[in-house]
């Protein structure tokens, strides 16, 4: 198999070889024992060389299939998992929030009409004991629905710090695993690269992508 000129200026034994000689001499002289074997009908390789390679690629590619694959496989199922749990739990703090805020809301009307309600009874006061009277049961009744009111806003606040709370948590997880996916698709494109094989992995990044950015939807 002769040394051939690569475009670098370099030269490579045969079509496969790297180009790593400086000169055509160093090439033959590196491979001389190589010249001197006969072709087969496989090419210039011996039925030994080929049937080697065979083995190894066969090798490696079943553990990139049986073992890697099935790795990213599993990744990927837990990753939608915790998709639906996040998105879920975001749902569920938003619907605490809006609640709260409209309890809120609630609650200053309350404490609006309980406070006109006391300067009603001031009113009342300088004209009758029976308005007076009038005025303090409105006053009760008022207050019920500011305290109901407050009570609701308090189980409420308590209920969102919980959610949030768990929100946190849940972020805190999905960071975790964010790490430990993307060192997973890095060892396995390195894998791949290592043996010359292209690994389709761009779904796996763009899983990846779609769970970081949910993730940050909550700061």
């Known amino acids: 198999m002769p040394c051939t000129k690569c475009k670098e200026g370099k030269y490579k034994w045969g079509k496969t ?86 309890q809120q809301e609630l609650t200053k009307e309350g404490k609006k009409g309980y406070d006109a309600s006391l300067d009603n009874i001031t009113d009342v006061k300088k004209q009758n004991e029976k308005r007076l009277e009038d005025a303090a049961k409105k006053s009760e009744k008022t207050y019920k629905v ?36 993307r060192a997973a698709v890095s060892e396995v494109e390195s894998a791949g690269k290592a043996l010359g094989v292209d690994v389709p992995v761009d779904k796996f990044r763009s899983q990846i992508n779609k769970l970081d950015a949910l993730q940050l939807r909550y700061k």
């Open 17 to 102: 070889g790297e180009c790593e000689y400086a000169t055509k001499e160093a090439c033959e002289s590196a491979n001389h024992k190589y010249s001197k074997m006969k072709p087969t009908p496989l090419g210039k390789k011996t039925y030994e060389e080929y049937e080697k390679e065979l083995k190894e690629f066969n090798l490696n590619s079943q553990r990139f299939d049986f073992k890697d694959m099935k790795t990213l496989a599993k990744l990927a199922k837990e990753a939608d998992k915790l998709d639906s749990k996040f998105r879920k739990l975001l749902d569920k703090e938003t619907d605490a929030t809006f609640a709260y805020e409209d």
């Open 146 to 181: 500011y305290s109901d009111s407050a009570k609701k806003e308090e189980k409420l606040k308590e209920k969102l710090q919980k959610e949030q709370q768990t929100l946190l948590s849940e972020k805190g997880a999905i960071q975790s695993f964010l790490l430990d996916f």
